[in-house]
């Protein structure tokens, strides 16, 4: 593991070739550590912080274009020449990005229930439950569920929601993740694929079939960006694909990028 200013947080596990996980809004590495604990067995997995979440930086700016320059900037730091990639949900979008402006440094991608289109705000009710959060009255995890479950109700949600709490030396909580930097960026995150640039790498688009971030409406501008695309779905699979079935998710993963 390691940490530096400026520089994503990672952690590393494996041997061989590159592989680089990248996480969704209000996630972190961690979230991915099934994934890149069973991948690493074939690869060398570097699972990051994205800025503004987990222990990564935090920075008032925030954008597809900043987060994969982010990443850039990471494998420079590590010498890595091109890497394979999976992105979920938001790291989906770097990844796409990244593939976009860096053609040369992405091998394959795996872009994990997420379309390159804008998409409509959905997530107000979390941001008003997180942001009801009084860190100096809701001094416990228990405290701060009870303010977010008035917002939110579904609890591996709320659980998953916290988990961006941490508890400080002197007693209390903070925040790990800079809420007010994703707030104000929000509409940042919500944002498509611009259409100037085409990846003609190999691309693999995995679906949940009970999620509606990739829909058949979507495919002309994906195959328009990324026109050596295929798609997987997995059945009874919401958003939370990668966590809900994660056999069947890392066994897709690894027959795509041992192609």
Same mark, same amino acid.
């Given at each position: 593991m390691k940490i530096m200013d400026f520089n994503l947080y990672s952690n590393i596990k494996g041997e061989g070739e590159t592989l680089i996980l990248l996480h969704g809004l209000f996630g972190s590495a961690d979230n991915l550590g099934r994934i890149a604990t069973e991948l690493s067995n074939d690869f060398k997995v570097h699972a990051l912080d994205l800025r503004n979440h987990g222990q990564s930086f935090h920075s008032d700016e925030m954008d597809y274009a900043l987060m994969a320059q982010d990443v850039i900037n990471y494998m420079d730091f590590n010498t890595i020449e091109s890497a394979c990639f999976i992105g979920h949900s938001m790291g989906g979008k770097v990844a796409m990005t990244? #593939?976009?402006? !860096?053609? /040369?440094?992405?091998r394959k991608l795996i872009v994990a229930d997420i379309s390159p289109v804008t998409y409509p705000a959905h997530h107000n009710e979390i941001f008003s439950g997180l942001l009801a959060i009084n860190l100096v009255r809701d001094k416990t995890r228990n405290a701060a569920d009870k303010v977010l479950a008035e917002y939110v109700g579904e609890k591996g949600v709320r659980q998953f929601l916290l988990k961006n709490l941490q508890t400080v030396v002197e007693g209390g909580l903070k925040w790990r993740v800079n809420l007010d930097a994703i707030y104000d960026n929000y509409k940042n995150i919500l944002q498509g694929m611009k259409d100037d640039k085409v990846y003609k790498g190999s691309v693999? !688009?995995? #679906?949940?079939?009970?999620?509606?971030?990739? $829909?058949? /409406?979507y495919k002309e501008k994906t195959l328009n960006l990324f026109p050596n695309t295929q798609m997987k779905v997995i059945p009874e699979a919401t958003h939370w694909l990668h966590a809900e079935k994660p056999r069947i998710f890392i066994g897709i993963c690894k027959r795509f990028? /041992? $192609?």
């Open positions: 990244l #593939a976009l402006e !860096f053609p /040369e440094r992405v693999l !688009f995995i #679906a949940g079939a009970l999620s509606d971030y990739i $829909k058949p /409406e990028l /041992e $192609k």
